[in-house]
T-cell receptor
Framework: KNQVEQSPQSLIILEGKNCTLQ??????????LRWYKQDTGRGPVSLTI?????NTKSNGRYTATLDADTKQSSLHITASQLSDSASYIC?????????????FGRGTQLTVWP | EADIYQTPRYLVIGTGKKITLECSQT?????MYWYQQDPGMELHLIHY???????EKGDLSSESTVSRIRTEHFPLTLESARPSHTSQYLC??????????FGEGSRLTVL
């Protein structure tokens, strides 16, 4: 059973609008959570990294939140642009080893229409 | 911009052929990984390496093999490709678990 669940599976919004993507996880213990953006046919690129003590972190128009108590994270995109069309992947790392094991969500496919 | 490169980007081959997917990084990272990704599904770890002469199998069983003779190079080989091997293969490297740097991927189609 996948320990990282993302919703919605896909989302279509108009250019300029805001949107929020959700990530719920059951991974334990918890080390950190990352959001990646993957353009079609490309490799994922890291957007934000959040540790246990961080609640909010921004990267330009992207703002990630983390509630470690409820094991939920969200990625908010402000004033969407056509270039935001991509798959957004949530990745959670545990503390099982110095490397940490990574658990991947299936991603949310975001499409921004003009 | 991450300095990790994969070749070929796209490959279409017949069943039974031997193929090698190349992955190189210039960041000096000790840790390298191969992931398999199918449409709409999560990435699955198939191989990883902690350094030169170190290779381990990942969570997803794979008939592929890897080698790590040099820090910067982590090729993946399929001795006899089958249609079930059709997928996207992503190579990544990292210094710690804080961030993975991915290549652009190699999309393999086996007819």
């Amino acid at each position: 059973k996948n320990q990282v669940e993302q919703s919605p599976q896909s989302l279509i919004i108009l250019e300029g609008k805001n949107c929020t993507l959700q990530c719920n996880y059951t991974v334990s213990p918890f080390s950190n959570l990352r959001w990646y953006k993957q353009d079609t046919g490309r490799g994922p690129v890291s957007l934000t990294i959040m540790t246990f003590s961080e609640n909010t972190k921004s990267n330009g128009r992207y703002t990630a939140t983390l509630d470690a108590d409820t094991k939920q994270s969200s990625l908010h995109i402000t004033a969407s642009q056509l270039s935001d069309s991509a798959s957004y992947i949530c990745v959670v790392s545990d503390r099982g080893s110095t490397l940490g094991r990574l658990y991947f969500g299936r991603g949310t496919q975001l499409t921004v229409w003009p | 911009e991450a300095d990790i490169y994969q070749t070929p980007r796209y490959l279409v081959i017949g069943t039974g052929k031997k193929i090698t997917l190349e992955c190189s990084q210039t960041m000096g990272h000790d840790k390298m990984y191969w992931y398999q990704q199918d449409p709409g599904m999560e990435l699955h770890l198939i191989h990883y390496s902690y350094g030169v002469n170190s290779t381990e199998k990942g969570d997803l069983s794979s008939e592929s093999t890897v080698s790590r003779i040099r820090t910067e190079h982590f090729p993946l080989t399929l001795e006899s490709a089958r249609p079930s091997h059709t997928s996207q293969y992503l190579c990544a490297s990292s210094e710690t678990t804080q961030a993975l740097f991915f290549g652009e991927g190699s999309r393999l189609t086996v007819l």
